[in-house]
């Protein structure tokens, strides 16, 4: 019942607040806003209907039936004759022209004894001509295999934006987890012994772990809802931005998701358990966010090291946070880093454990509580 | 009488910090704050602890709040040790001291319902409780006010109920009246009047006289963490506190104030 009250009590501070709600969704709302705009900016225009410019050389009846599809999904399609390959591609790559498609000679006449090519040049950063790629593709494909596709894109393409994200995802959400439980936990336990109202809950006869818990609980699912709102934003404005959606975080398997939420789950208690005993350590808000903020930047720096070290020995699963970089990399590459997973799980929640008990100390001890 | 806090040779030594020592300009690197401290205050009275600065009056109700932990000694409120019953203890005592803050963000309906827990109040008790001491203290029109929004004389009545939210047999309270004007003082010692007619014994700390001679049956001067003198404010005082206080601490110190 004590440990209820305690709980119930945080989760009212925060969410009949408005300020502390708004300050910890603000990150993701923000995150959205600022990447859609860049994306949009970055992107041009965001039509649904296209004006395709498209360089044509050989023949081929399949023209015509991209021209078609083109046409009645309600964009225009303008056949230019490629002259110079070199001056074209130039043009793809400014955006003046959508594409370049080059049949290979004899191509409809094609016999068997020698396969026929179609050559693709597009440009993935350009909406436009990721369609374009996409509608004409689809249709040749139509035809199997009786010759090749060569496709090639002028700039980056979507598997080079996919890799990126996989290196900068599990930093990205490594800041986020760390700046939602930096901005409750601070607050809420600096900000409680500061004021003195940490000392009257003292007073009462609650047991000093449930007190511990009694934060440590509560401010971890806030600081998830932070972390998950501040994922949110990158998530939904990173099509937009990069041109990739996370359509393709699709293609792992259910397993994979479990085992990375249940890390990532277990990283937030980890986090705010160490931001709670630094609160407690110290005398004030403003000794406690210096504290935190080397923690942070700490934290940050190995993370972001991590995140770019390719083949970083199976030690680091015995570190907090950098194992949760790691295996989120290996999930998002596609692997299912098991036995890591589950260390790194099992290793968190023991030092979390450790933390509550410290905490738990701390608040037992007068020097801490009433030291001069 | 029925002997309700018993306090036998409380011992207290702080290690200073360097910054203390600096601040104090002394070298001295521990300080015995309390220094085998031994009293009585009895069932329904209310008792005074008087005593200069830095006498150990603080530190010695923090120890009886279980706060702190005696070196050597132990204390008896209502019969339950402070070093091995602390959680019992808490139950039976209310705590109040100017350090002892309530969050501005909440309301004194949600604070009330919210320490009650705390102590493990039956919630139809917490409620019949509620509705009794906020009508008799003029809280229950401010019942939904923030606290921060509350006036020093309400925010101050608002504490004093909600460290008698349990019930406890006895109020502990660390110089009642310090740093309040005159107004906000009277709610206090009105209410520490109140308390007494209720039947509760209370125990607080002062160095004001006249706080003491207007409101207190027993008293304990105390002087460098030592009980100088105890009885009725009769015995101690002999018609003139003020005066019977100095010749203590003349007699003890050595020095005259
Ligand atoms: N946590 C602490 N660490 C170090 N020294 C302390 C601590 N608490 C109290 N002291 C010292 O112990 C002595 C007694 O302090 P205490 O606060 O109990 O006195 P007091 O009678 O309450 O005085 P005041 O009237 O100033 O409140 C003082 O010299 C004080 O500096
Ligand atoms: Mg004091």
Not at chain 1, 48 to 63: C, D, H, I, M, N
Not at chain 2, 16 to 32: A, F, P
Not at chain 2, 97 to 118: C, H, I, N, Q, V
Not at chain 2, 154 to 177: G, N, Y
Request: with cysteine; hydrophobic share 50%; glycine share 8%.
């Amino acid at each position: 019942m004590k440990f209820m009250a305690l709980i119930k009590k945080e989760f009212h501070r925060f969410f009949h607040d408005p300020r502390l709600i708004v300050t910890m969704l603000l990150p993701g709302i923000i995150i959205f806003l600022i990447y859609t705009v860049m994306g949009n900016v970055i992107g041009g225009s965001e039509v649904e209907t296209y004006t395709f410019k498209v360089y044509l050389s050989g023949q081929s009846a399949v023209t015509q039936v991209i021209e078609t599809a083109a046409e009645s999904a309600g964009h225009t399609l303008e056949w230019l004759p490629l002259e110079d390959e070199e001056e074209a591609r130039a043009a793809v790559k400014s955006g003046e022209a959508t594409a370049i498609l080059a049949f290979s000679e004899n191509f409809d006449g094609f016999d068997g004894a020698e396969r026929g090519e179609v050559k693709l040049i597009y440009d993935a950063m350009e909406q436009a001509s990721s369609f374009f790629y996409a509608l004409s593709a689809s249709i040749l494909e139509q035809y199997g295999m009786r010759f090749a596709i060569v496709s090639e894109s002028l700039s980056t393409d979507d598997a080079i934006g996919v890799e990126v994200m996989t290196q900068i995802l599990p930093f990205l959400l490594v800041c986020f987890i760390f700046s939602a439980c930096m901005s409750v936990t601070l607050e809420s336990v600096a900000g409680e012994k500061e004021r003195g109202t940490l000392a009257t809950i003292l007073v009462t006869s609650a047991k000093r772990s449930h007190i511990a818990l009694g934060k440590l609980v509560p401010l971890s699912c806030i600081s998830m809802l932070g972390a998950l709102s501040s994922f949110l934003g990158v998530a939904l404005s990173m099509p937009k931005l990069m041109g990739v959606s996370l359509g393709f975080l699709g293609g792992y398997s259910v397993w994979s998701y479990i085992l990375l939420l249940v890390l990532i789950l277990s990283t937030v208690p980890l986090v705010v358990g160490a931001i709670a005993s630094v609160s407690a350590l110290s005398r004030s808000v403003k000794e406690a966010t210096a504290y935190t903020s080397v923690l942070m930047i700490f934290t940050m720096v190995i993370s972001l090291v991590a995140a770019f070290i390719p083949a970083i020995g199976d030690w680091v699963v015995f570190i907090p946070v950098l194992n949760a970089v790691v295996v989120m990399q290996g999930v998002l590459a596609g692997g299912l880093p098991v036995w890591q997973s589950l260390v790194g799980v099992g290793l968190n929640l023991a030092y979390t454990a450790l933390l509550v008990f410290a905490m738990t100390k701390m608040l037992s001890s007068e020097k801490i509580i009433f030291g001069k | 009488m029925e002997e309700i806090v018993r306090a036998e040779g409380l011992k207290k030594t702080f290690t200073l910090s360097k910054k203390q020592q600096r601040i104090e300009r002394t070298g001295e690197t521990r300080r015995v704050a309390v220094n085998g401290l031994s009293f009585s205050a009895y069932r329904g009275e209310i008792y005074g602890l008087l005593g200069p600065n830095g006498a150990g009056k603080t530190t010695t109700l923090r120890m009886l709040s279980t706060l702190i932990k005696p070196d050597e000694g132990d204390a008896f409120l209502c019969g339950h040790s402070i070093v091995k019953e602390p959680e019992k203890v808490r139950d039976v005592i209310g705590f109040l001291t100017s350090e002892l803050k309530l969050e501005g963000f909440f309301t004194p309906d949600y604070l009330f319902d919210f320490f009650g827990a705390m102590h493990g109040v039956e919630k139809q008790v917490l409620a019949e409780r509620k509705k009794q001491l906020f009508t008799r203290f003029g809280i229950d029109k401010f019942a939904e006010v923030q606290v921060k929004n509350l006036s020093t004389g309400m925010l101050q009545k608002v504490s004093l109920v909600i460290s008698i939210v349990h019930d406890p047999a006895v109020v502990i309270f660390d110089e009642p009246t310090n740093g309040l004007d005159v107004l906000t003082a009277k709610v206090v010692t009105d209410f520490l009047s109140e308390l007494k007619a209720m039947g509760k014994s209370i125990l607080l700390s002062t160095h004001i006289f006249s706080l003491v001679e207007k409101l207190c049956d027993r008293v304990g001067v105390i002087i460098d963490g030592k009980l100088a003198a105890e009885g009725t404010l009769e015995e101690v005082g002999k018609g003139d506190l003020e005066t019977a206080f100095f010749d203590l601490y003349h007699a003890i110190k050595g020095e005259i104030v």
